[in-house]
Structures are given as C-alpha cells and as structure tokens.
C-alpha cells in the first residue's frame, strides 16, 4: 500500500490561509487491498452481534406464547412495560445487563402491555414497569427488591427455594423469626419433598420456607414421620393456642396453602374468612396505647387476649367477654358482628369533675371580642 499526502504543497496552502487538499490514498494492488477488507469485514461481524446480544437475552413474551415458553423455566423474572414510560425505559439498559449476567440460571422476558393488555391484565398488572416472579410459569408474586445494582444478586439468591436444617440448632434459629415458619420434614428419596420444594418455589414470596432430611426433629412436637410444621411466630405465643401446628396429609401446592392459610391465625377466624372479615393477630404490648385510646381497652384489661374490629366506615367494635381457650367467646363475638347485635364502640371524653353552674337548658353565655374569660349568662327565655 503506497501513500502519498503530498507534503511540501499541503504545508503551502496551510501558510496561505486555504483549506488544505484532502491527501491522496494510492493502493498499490488487490493483493495490498486484500488485507483491508478481510479487517473491516471481521470488525462489522464481531460488532453488531455484541451491541444486540443483551437485548436477546430478554425473552419478549406475548399473549400467544405467554405460557408455553413461562412452563420452560423454573425460575423467570417478567419485566410488564409500556414503550411510552420513563421508568421504563431508564430500566431497560439495568435490565438487559442482568438478563446476561443471569442467563442460564433466571430467566428474564418483558412484556409490552400496551400490544398484550389481556395478558397484563390477566396478571394484575396496573402501573409500569411491574416486575414478578413466575416459577415453572406460574405466578409466584411481585418483585419489589432492587430494579438496578443488587437485582442479580436477589435474583441468584432466589435460587435457593428453601434452607436446608441440618439439626436441632438450625431448626430452632430458623424458626426464631418476626414471621410464621414452615418447615418440611422428609426422607431423602421422598416424592412429598419435591411436592414441598415446587410449594415453597411458588409460594415463597409470601411465606418462610426451610426442609430437613431428618425426620426425628418432629419428635419435639408430637410429630412423627414425614410431615410439615408450621411455626407461629415467638411473639405471638399464648396458651390458647398451640405454637407449632402439625401437617400429615396429601401433600400438594393447593393443600400446603390451605393449611398455611388455616393456621396463621386461629380457627375460629378460619370459620369466618369467607364473610368479608380479614383477620390478624398481633402482640398486644405493641398496641397498647391505640386499644387504649381507640377500643377503651385499657391496662386493666388483664393478660387475657382482647379481640377487636375495625370497619372500613371507621366503626370500632371490641369484644367485652372474657376471652376462652376453647374459642366460643370469640366465635360469638364475631356471630354479633354478623348478625348486627354488636354495639359500636364510640369514643366519649370523660366525664368531668367540675361543671359549669347549669340551672336550666338551653344555657347561652356570651363574651365580648377580648374578653373571653369573662362570658356574661344570658337570662332570657327559650320559646
């Protein structure tokens, strides 16, 4: 390959204030040519692969293959977007990163709601971008870690379906938690183990799951054999109901969740569940100055557990009788509520020790401008 730029006359136009002559490029032969082309033929392969190879590895889902591809994947992130939202779109770059630094362990896919809106629909999705999590492609709940630095890392972390107790001191630190704890107890070749791993894939959004292969730490609790416990949480412990709630029946996703359900709070609250009536159960020591000021439930109460509602309308109700173990008093409590027997609370200011000199009703006193600590009574009469 020859050049030439022609130097002396270049340099001449530049002293002259022109614009300098463009510089000849002379190729000696095809042979010198070869080399160039093969360059620039490999640089435009190996280029605009790599700038799409993130945008790849997003699976772009839509209502027709939706669940025939979500079913491929054990674990997948869906990313529900409109093209129009900022949010969006400064997601997008985030995004695609972890769909590479991720791909063959989670899969990540979008989801464009303004061409699939049955689809966005069908999954809840109101506001963009919405993130959930489907395992075996059904819905395992949303997404509300990270959206850029850290979502790899939550993402592989969600990988581990369940912890694994070993012995007793694992099983008791685990269950040592704010929340219920659920814990499976099974033998190594067990096929209720793989049920209970698929339940807690699919459920563990919403609740604490571990597993153990030795199915002796039951005996603590009365359980013997494969089965699953569930764990009220420490802080909600009282004697009139169990800590520790055994499960031995067919294990299935739908079965486990009833039983979860069931037992998060007592069986009574379980009768009424289907009569428009969410239950929680709380430590009372946390709650002490709003059942005070709000249900005149005070100290004096005792140890007992007190039992309120609370409407949408604002209208408070408490229940009065002595609270028993074997639940009747609260089951008719909540049969008051129902029926409309049930007096609201109302919240009344105590009655004074000292009144105004009242003779007679109505009682009329006025007070000039500046001069309210000095009302003078009105004497006339009310017709």
Known sequence: MLLSARCPRLCA???????????????????????????????LLVSFPAAGAARRDVLEL??????YLATEHETMLVKFYAPWCGHCKKLAPDFEKAATKLKGTVQLAKVDCTAN???????????????????????????????????????????????????QVDLDQFVQHYEASIVGLFSSDSSRLSEFLKAAGLLREQFRFAHSLDVSLGSEFNASGECVLLFRPPRLANKFEESVVVFSDYLTITSLRRFIRDNMVMLVASKFRGRGLSFSVANRRDFEAELQEEFGLGPDSGELPVATIRTR?????????????????????????????????????????????????PTIYFAAVGRKDEPIRYEGHAK
């Open 13 to 43: 136009r530049y002293s002259a204030g022109k614009s300098p002559v463009r510089p000849v490029v002379r190729l000696g032969s095809a042979s010198a040519m070869a080399p160039l082309f093969l360059h620039l033929a490999f640089f």
């Open 62 to 67: 839509a209502d027709a293959d939706f669940d």
């Open 117 to 167: 809106s049955d689809l966005c629909s069908r999954f809840g999705v109101t506001g963009y971008p919405t993130l959930k999590i489907f395992r075996n492609g059904r819905d395992a709940g949303a997404y509300d870690g990270p959206r850029s630095e850290g979502l790899v890392q939550v993402m592989k972390n969600s990988l581990d379906l369940t912890r694994s107790a070993q012995v």
């Open 313 to 361: 309308l604002g209208l408070k109700y408490s229940m009065r009788e002595e609270f028993t173990r074997d639940g009747r008093s609260l089951e008719r409590f909540l049969e008051d509520y129902f029926s409309g027997r049930l007096k609201r609370f109302i919240k009344s200011e105590p009655v004074p020790e000292k009144t105004q000199d009242l003779s007679s009703f």
